[in-house]
């Protein structure tokens, strides 16, 4: 029995296992995470309340003119073609607001850049922190998805499914080289800059401006990051993972470890639909 149990064990039980040790010693260190924020210092900035919802509403409505333009100025182009021309314009109009974002982050935070949580001399330490993090939450992500799964199909029926993200259904669905290689660009590295930028940067930090408990800037935050994603059926586990990076971001003060931690889940799910 206890040859076939090892047998048994796959590569993926084993990071799962591996992932929840860390996780129930930080329940333990920090009661249940109560004490995890104590002495996390705030971001001292003067920025205005409506400086994050604006730029995402702004970066909308670009990327909606931009789209129906290229649709009305290249009419004929075929299906991948015009999945490229969408994600260039995703990827360019992205990296657009990321400069300009980080360009006024220098008037509206004090230490510039480094009080805004990106200091070049912490990007080793982060990626490793931000890999044990990731590896911590991956089973609790699991264990949501499976949840939301079970009780779709009692409220839906059966047949309810977690539909793919657009994306990845895109990647899996042509074979053009040029448009596998755009998307995975943007999907792994463009797209996590970015969104962190936003909703940890500076809809966590103008949230915690007013809110004396940080838990609560995190939470908030990373509703309206879920809510962000237009698959409500995304949204548990999404909010689950955000919890894990507006964590890691009080915690260490470094936006490059959310950053990291927000590579290295959309890695796995394009390396996963790639593998498949």
Same mark, same amino acid.
């Given at each position: 029995m206890l040859k076939q149990f090892i047998n048994s064990v796959t590569a993926a039980d084993l990071v799962y296992l591996a992932g929840l040790v860390p996780f129930t010693i930080w329940?333990?260190?920090t009661s249940f995470g109560k004490k995890a924020l104590s002495n996390s210092p705030l971001r001292r900035n003067?920025?205005?309340?409506?400086?994050p919802f604006a730029i995402l509403i702004f970066w909308i409505l670009l990327v909606s003119v931009l789209i129906s333009m290229s649709e009305n100025l290249?009419?004929?182009l075929s299906d991948w073609q015009r999945?490229?021309?969408?994600?260039?314009?995703f990827c360019v109009s992205a990296l657009i607001l990321i400069l300009s974002t980080l360009f006024s982050v220098n008037f509206y935070f004090v230490?510039?850049?480094?009080?805004?949580?990106?200091?070049?001399?912490?990007?080793?330490?982060?990626?490793?922190?931000?890999?044990? &993090? /990731?590896?911590?939450?991956?089973?609790?992500? =699991?264990?949501?998805v499976i949840l939301t799964m079970l009780i779709g199909q009692? #409220? %839906?029926?059966? &047949? /309810?499914?977690?539909?793919?993200?657009?994306? =990845?259904?895109?990647?899996?669905?042509?074979?053009?080289?040029?448009?596998? #290689? %755009?998307?995975?660009?943007?999907?792994?590295?463009?797209?996590?800059?970015?969104?962190e930028i936003i909703f940890r940067g500076l809809f966590q930090t103008i949230i915690r401006s007013y809110l004396s408990k940080p838990w609560r800037s995190i939470a908030i935050s990373s509703v309206i990051f879920a809510m962000f994603h237009e698959n409500p059926a995304h949204w548990p586990a999404l909010f689950v993972l955000s919890m894990c990076m507006g964590y890691s971001y009080?915690?260490?003060?470094?936006?490059?470890?959310?950053?990291f931690i927000h590579c290295i889940f959309n890695a796995t799910s394009v390396i996963a639909t790639l593998y498949q």
């Open positions: 329940l333990i260190r003067n920025m205005p309340a409506y400086l290249l009419p004929d999945a490229f021309a969408d994600n260039f314009i230490g510039n850049l480094k009080g805004f949580g990106l200091n070049p001399k912490t990007i080793i330490k982060d990626f490793f922190a931000a890999m044990l &993090n /990731f590896i911590s939450i991956w089973p609790i992500t =699991l264990v949501v009692i #409220i %839906l029926g059966d &047949n /309810f499914q977690i539909q793919q993200h657009e994306e =990845l259904k895109t990647i899996a669905a042509y074979q053009q080289l040029s448009l596998k #290689i %755009l998307i995975i660009v943007t999907t792994i590295f463009v797209v996590p800059v970015f969104e009080e915690k260490s003060g470094s936006l490059f470890r959310p950053i």
